[in-house]
């Protein structure tokens, strides 16, 4: 069986599909460069917006055009929560929690099966991975915070973790295989191990033990869970990179409190701040939601003033999408959308020129690069710092994919840094 795969949305569903890829390679399939030559064509599809979603459905009109002989199996977090309007375009759905059957699944039926399962029942099976430099792990599905904007809950089902175990015993064949670096995925890390006599933190100390492996990264955190403790685990721990991500979504108490985010921002602040004092030369990363329903001007510019203040090196910023099954979509104050594009605008110039900022403060100085590839064009090697800024360097015959390399910052670009090997 020859197949082609398309993937939307967060680490999580690339790390799904290669699962997918995984299984599929395993059983003597083979992977195509375009649809056309592909037996079966499988979409992993992303319903945190709407935008995402449709996407898909003109993806899957697309691709039926293309290679009209093709299955095609609709996966991912739209095939959880839309299975009944997908199994009309596409021949077999199969959610998220279901992907450990995906191989018998395809073999056997051709069209009109729905495979889902509400939650993850087979956390600790290893699946495989295609070798690479860097790896994604994940310690935790599901999510159980129910914030009132987000359909995650709804997608990925309860939140389970997976055993410490299975966990090390995945990272070590990694290792033997030529990884260096793993990220650890989870919607929530902070809470993994909930009902476990260990925790995040416990479980980054043993990571940190395994030989051969260099760097540990891990996302996304929680503020209402980011722990003193863990910001000891970043600064004591050799392997555990310098940078958090942590999602402030608003700097508006009212919103943060519609948002059901249970922090406030002098909470949030306080946490920022430590880890600033502990970290030397931490990073910080962010998600944002601007046009909340009842979000107002003045709430909108405490946004931008944390933005100010905190200083991230990146954030990712979304204008608030309704979507089903959550609370946020009934709420009174819904913000018209030139609205919330305006303010997607004004926030987002505000970060560039303070990525800017934060990439200048590298120039002329050292950094240390873990190469992951070559670039498209094929004259460079890109890779990342441990503050997960992403660095390019000129070919030079002594250095190779996977090494961890000084370098010295030249320049800086949009978002990414360049420079040459000391
Ligand atoms: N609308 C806009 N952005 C959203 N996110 C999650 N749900 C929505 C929504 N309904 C954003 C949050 C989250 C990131 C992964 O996506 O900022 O952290
Ligand atoms: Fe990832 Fe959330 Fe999109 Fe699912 S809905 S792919 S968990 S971002």
């Known amino acids: 069986m020859n197949y082609y795969i398309k993937t939307f949305g967060c680490q999580m569903n690339e790390r799904d599909s290669e699962k997918v890829e995984g299984i599929l390679l395993e059983n003597n399939c083979?992977?195509?460069?375009?649809?056309?030559?592909?037996?079966?064509?499988i979409i992993n599809s992303c319903a945190v917006r709407e935008k995402a979603e449709n996407k898909l459905y003109s993806e899957i009109g697309r691709l039926r055009f293309r290679n009209k002989k093709a299955k095609i199996v609709a996966m991912g977090c739209v095939a959880q929560i839309n299975y009944e309007k997908l199994k009309n375009v596409a021949d077999i759905v199969i959610g998220t929690n279901a992907i450990d059957e995906f191989y018998n699944i395809v073999k056997e039926h051709d069209i009109n099966g729905v495979f889902i399962k509400p939650n993850m029942d087979k956390p600790d099976y290893i699946f495989p991975h295609l070798n690479k430099i860097t790896a994604y792990?994940?310690?935790?599905?599901?999510?159980?915070?129910?914030?009132?904007?987000?359909?995650?809950?709804?997608?990925?089902?309860?939140e389970v973790s997976r055993k410490k175990e299975s966990i090390i015993e995945e990272i070590k064949r990694l290792v033997d295989n030529g990884t260096k670096e793993v990220m650890l995925l989870g919607q929530n890390v902070n809470s993994y191990g909930k009902n476990f006599n260990?925790?995040?933190?416990?479980?980054?100390?043993?990571?940190?033990?395994?030989?051969?492996?260099?760097?540990?990264?891990?996302?996304?955190?929680?503020?209402k869970d980011f722990s003193k403790d863990l910001i000891y685990a970043i600064r004591d721990l050799k392997k555990l990179c310098e940078h958090i991500h942590l999602p402030l979504q608003s700097g508006s108490n009212k919103i943060l409190k519609l948002m059901r985010r249970k922090y406030t921002i002098e909470e949030y602040l306080e946490k920022i701040y430590t880890y600033k004092e502990?970290?030397?030369?931490?990073?910080?990363?962010?998600?944002?939601?601007?046009?909340?329903?009842?979000?107002?001007?003045?709430?909108?510019?405490?946004?931008?003033?944390?933005?100010?203040e905190v200083k991230y090196d990146t954030s990712f910023s979304f204008k608030y999408s309704k979507r089903p099954f959550t609370k946020a979509?009934?709420?009174?104050?819904?913000?018209?959308?030139?609205?919330?594009?305006?303010?997607?605008?004004?926030?987002?110039d505000l970060q560039a020129?303070?990525?800017?900022?934060?990439?200048?403060?590298?120039?002329?100085?050292?950094t240390e690069v873990?190469?992951?590839?070559?670039?498209?064009?094929?004259?460079?090697?890109?890779?990342?710092?441990?503050?997960?800024?992403?660095?390019?360097?000129?070919?030079?015959d002594n250095i190779k994919v996977g090494d961890?390399?000084?370098?010295?910052?030249?320049?800086t670009l949009k978002h990414s840094l360049v420079g040459e090997p000391v």
Not at 137 to 158: A, E, K, L, Q, S
Not at 381 to 395: A, E, I, M, P, W
């Open 198 to 223: 260990y925790g995040f933190v416990d479980l980054l100390y043993e990571v940190n033990k395994i030989k051969g492996l260099e760097r540990i990264r891990f996302t996304t955190s929680h503020p």
């Open 30 to 41: 083979k992977k195509t460069d375009t649809p056309e030559q592909a037996d079966l064509i």
């Open 370 to 396: 873990l190469i992951e590839g070559v670039s498209k064009k094929g004259n460079q090697f890109f890779g990342r710092n441990r503050q997960n800024t992403v660095v390019n360097l000129d070919f030079m």
């Open 329 to 348: 979509k009934d709420m009174d104050g819904q913000v018209p959308e030139d609205e919330k594009l305006r303010r997607l605008n004004m926030l987002q």
């Open 353 to 366: 020129k303070i990525t800017q900022e934060k990439l200048k403060t590298y120039e002329s100085k050292i």
């Open 137 to 158: 792990i994940d310690i935790m599905y599901g999510c159980d915070n129910f914030c009132t904007y987000c359909i995650v809950p709804h997608t990925r089902g309860r």
């Open 404 to 411: 961890i390399v000084s370098v010295k910052v030249t320049r």
């Open 278 to 308: 502990m970290v030397k030369d931490g990073s910080i990363t962010t998600d944002i939601i601007v046009g909340f329903p009842q979000e107002t001007e003045e709430d909108f510019e405490e946004t931008l003033k944390i933005l100010d």
